[in-house]
């Protein structure tokens, strides 16, 4: 580079860091004022991320947190106005492309699907995956990210085909990760950390070392007050691979670009790890809007702080230059640099606070009618007229203002009978369906690939049909997409070399390879995080929870990450993982969970599918992978040795979501479960029968969704009498479908007796058959709960068992 261009990349640097400090100044006076509700800025760390920054290509992912706003700017995906757009929560995706105003400013993202929800090509943009809140969440879907690029590298079908050229070049995509050195004490950032060693992917972690998390110092956080030395055990030697470690200053430029070259590189062409670790950064604003660090600073650090700011050292090093004789910019220049920044972010702000104020006026213009025609109609006049002059005068409405007072009218004029009060009350309703886009939308993927669009496709089988195991069924179904699909990918606690501790992949590594059927170590939070991070670049991963009980150890990462993308960036992202696990009927008090109410009470925005046999099970991941959306599977762990009829449409057949299967027809009782349960009410069903008790018995299929088409409340329209049956506490996943069933489809209304549930206990269940007979609802505990509500609704033909 010559003298001329080094000049102007040093200009255009300094220049973006003051736009990006300005910013952060302006934002927390913007909060501070009460325009905006919470600020969290990146100033402090413009210098290492405009390093950073420069080695960023096409192709290339972010996974940080919530200060890397320069890094944002510095690649070209966040305008200054856009910032301020995110601030305000401005809800326009054109405006503010982040996540059309759902998160809080600070969460970044791109937009790597079009308006159809379709992928963009990813190789002709910067990427960065959607931030989540949780310190240390970035982590696990950054070992996938990274990981992403060894499968296109290793992969010889993905490699040279053309429909993954949108996503990678021969795998030579680096994924950056950031980090607060606090947030590094979390449990994910260590298990993503190791994985990441062990994988050899191209990740290039930066911990942003500001010797605080909030007000709790570093010395309080890493063993020895330092992330470089705790983890220099994993430093990369010649003869063991492992990271490679790099340590420079926040402030210091010249190493800092120097370091980030020589980090990337490795990265990108060796596919090695590399930790660099920023000390010297700081925070000149403190952590956020909510408070201010004198309160924990020392006065020395505090002092420190200033001289050390990135952006003054940065200057004294430009000025430095004079006096070698080859001047950069005097210092005049850059104070004028400095000037243009703050009235261009000051300018680029009002544009955003008008733009943002604007989108409310047509609302408001539109009540004061409808309010004025009320009050033109209305006995309560005078008031009304005062509430309007109020309105109108507002500069800066916000809808929830403009729907309280409109909601407040109508209960005040609720006895009138005026046609305004029609008109009011059909702009309320407008309102509140017309804001379902803004606020509601995309919790699930709205595009063409939506997994309910997927038609159910029937197994076929063979005159001479052979009866095979569950576990062959889904062994040969995978083995099927294995062979269509190059892009989909098992990986797993033994799911590897011994096919899976079930067997249900048996024999499919060496058929396949290690890339695409792959052991992991046992670390279920990133198990989800390579699912995460694979899917958003394209791949098609299943990830493998061995167990339904060890998912708790993933479902903080499923709930705030995966749960969340579509909905987060308002569809500009998806990850459409599928994890499958197996559930239910084990004996012991961490082998025998069914948990299934907290389950679907916090991943909203997953489907979960819960097959009472393999062949259901197959049908499923058949639907999902034809879908972009999310999901989890729990296979029945009492089906792996069950006989099932062999179908011979492996790979095709399919089962639709949110639809029940009527098992078998009855009059007298509904009795609804899933799963293993629902292997159980089978057997008690044909006891009932010869009971005399004709019992309708459904398979609710998936419990997210949950039977879309109301068919249980119509089976409630005949049998008048409800039973839900499952293994988890009570009130779990029994509440939920009560609520579904009673509330949501009024299946209330048909009913003769009180509805009832049948679950496990409250404590974890016990070992042993002995423990599981007295834990959970045995075929005996079924039957008989049936039979006592039929025994209260006609004692004469059902006399009590235990009277
Ligand atoms: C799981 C979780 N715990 C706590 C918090 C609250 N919190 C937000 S930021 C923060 C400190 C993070 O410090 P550090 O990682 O050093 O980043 P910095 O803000 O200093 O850049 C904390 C405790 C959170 N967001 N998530
Ligand atoms: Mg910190």
Redesign the pocket.
């Known amino acids: 580079m010559d003298f001329e261009a080094f000049k102007k990349q040093i200009l255009a640097d300094y220049q973006l860091a003051c736009e990006s400090r300005e910013a952060s100044l302006l934002g927390r006076k913007e909060v501070l004022t009460g325009k905006a509700k919470f600020g969290?800025f990146g100033d402090g760390?413009e210098l290492a991320q405009i390093a950073l920054a420069k080695q960023f290509q096409n192709g290339d992912f972010r996974s940080g947190?919530?200060?890397d706003q320069t890094i944002m700017m510095a690649i070209g995906e966040l305008t200054i106005e856009q910032y301020f757009a995110g601030l305000y929560a401005h809800t326009d995706v054109d405006i503010e492309p982040q996540s059309a105003g759902r998160q809080m400013g600070g969460h970044y993202s791109t937009r790597n699907l079009d308006a159809d929800g379709e992928w963009k090509n990813l190789m002709l943009q910067k990427n960065s995956s959607a931030d989540i809140?949780?310190?240390?969440?970035q982590m696990p879907r950054l070992v996938g990210l990274a990981q992403a690029s060894k499968v296109y590298r290793q992969q010889e079908a993905l490699k040279s085909n053309p429909a993954f050229q949108k996503f990678t070049n021969g795998g030579n995509e680096v994924a950056f990760g950031t980090?607060?050195?606090?947030?590094?004490?979390?449990g994910p950032f260590w298990e993503s950390i190791n994985a990441a060693g062990v994988l050899q992917v191209p990740m290039v972690m930066s911990v942003?070392?500001?010797?605080?998390?909030?007000s709790?110092p570093?010395e309080l956080?890493t063993t020895k007050g330092s992330i470089s030395d705790a983890l220099s055990g994993m430093q990369r030697t010649t003869d063991k691979p492992g990271y490679e470690i790099f340590i420079t200053k926040g402030w210091d430029y010249a190493h800092l670009c120097e370091t980030y070259e020589k980090a990337v590189k490795l990265a990108r062409e060796e596919h090695i790890p590399v930790l660099v670790h920023v000390k010297e950064?700081n925070?000149p604003q403190g952590?956020?809007t909510s408070g201010s660090h004198e309160r924990y600073k020392s006065p020395e650090r505090l002092e420190w702080e200033t001289t050390f700011d990135c952006i003054h050292k940065f200057k004294e090093w430009i000025l430095s230059f004079e006096a070698k004789g080859m001047a950069i910019a005097s210092e005049e220049e850059l104070n004028t640099i400095q000037a243009a920044a703050k009235e261009l972010v000051r300018s680029s702000k009002n544009t955003a606070w008008s733009r943002f104020t604007d989108s409310m006026k047509q609302d408001q213009a539109d009540l004061v009618s409808v309010l004025k025609a009320v009050a033109a109609e209305s006995t309560q006049s005078v008031f009304i007229q005062k509430d309007i002059e109020t309105l109108e005068k507002e500069k800066e409405p916000i809808r929830r203002d403009l729907l309280t007072l409109a909601r407040k009218v109508l209960r005040q004029i609720r006895e009138e009978n005026i046609s305004s009060k029609k008109t009011l009350g059909n702009w309320i309703q407008s309102m509140i369906s017309g804001n379902f886009d803004r606020y509601s939308s995309h919790l699930h993927s709205q595009s063409a690939h939506s997994a309910m669009n997927v038609p159910a496709v029937a197994p076929k089988y063979a005159d001479d049909v052979q009866m095979e195991d569950g576990r062959i069924i889904l062994r040969e179904n995978y083995r099927t997409i294995l062979e269509n699909r190059p892009e989909v990918l098992v990986f797993g606690e033994d799911a590897g070399k011994i096919g899976g501790v079930n067997q249900s992949l048996e024999g499919l590594q060496e058929q396949f390879g290690e890339i695409r059927v792959s052991d992991t170590g046992i670390r279920e939070c990133t198990i989800i995080g390579q699912g995460i991070g694979m899917a958003m670049r394209g791949l098609r991963p299943i990830a493998e929870i061995q167990y339904l009980d060890y998912l708790l150890y993933a479902i903080q990462i499923m709930s705030d990450d995966l749960a969340t993308v579509q909905y987060r960036t308002k569809g500009g992202q998806k990850a459409p993982l599928i994890v499958s696990t197996r559930g239910h009927r084990l004996e012991g008090i961490w082998h025998s969970g069914s948990p299934m109410g907290m389950i679907v009470n916090s991943i909203r925005g997953i489907h979960v599918c819960v097959p009472r046999n393999m062949t259901k099970a197959a049908g499923f991941y058949n639907t999902l992978l034809q879908a972009d959306e999310p999901a989890l599977v729990i296979e029945p762990l009492n089906g792996y040795r069950t006989k099932e009829r062999m179908p011979i449409n492996f790979g095709s057949f399919t089962e639709a979501l949110g639809m029940p299967e009527i098992v078998k027809e009855g009059k007298d009782i509904t009795l609804v479960s899933y799963g293993s349960t629902f292997n159980l009410c089978e057997v008690a069903v044909q006891q009932l029968e010869n009971m005399g008790i004709s019992v309708e018995l459904i398979d609710v299929q998936t419990l997210l969704p949950f039977d879309i088409e109301h068919m249980i409340s119509d089976s409630l329209a005949k049998t008048n009498r409800l039973l839900i049956v499952d293994e988890d506490v009570s009130s779990g996943a029994t509440g939920f479908m009560l609520d579904k069933i009673l509330v949501e489809q009024k299946g209330y209304y048909h009913l003769d007796s009180a509805p009832e549930t049948l679950s496990s206990k409250d404590h974890r269940p016990a070992y042993g058959s002995d423990g599981d007979y007295f834990s959970k609802p045995s075929i005996d505990d079924i039957i008989e709960k049936v039979y006592a509500m039929m025994h209260e609704a006609d004692p004469s033909s059902y006399p009590s068992l235990y009277a």
């Open positions: 969290i760390k947190y919530y200060r809140s949780p310190t240390g969440g980090i607060g050195d606090a947030s590094t004490s979390e942003w070392d500001d010797g605080y998390g909030i709790v570093r956080q950064v925070q952590h956020s």
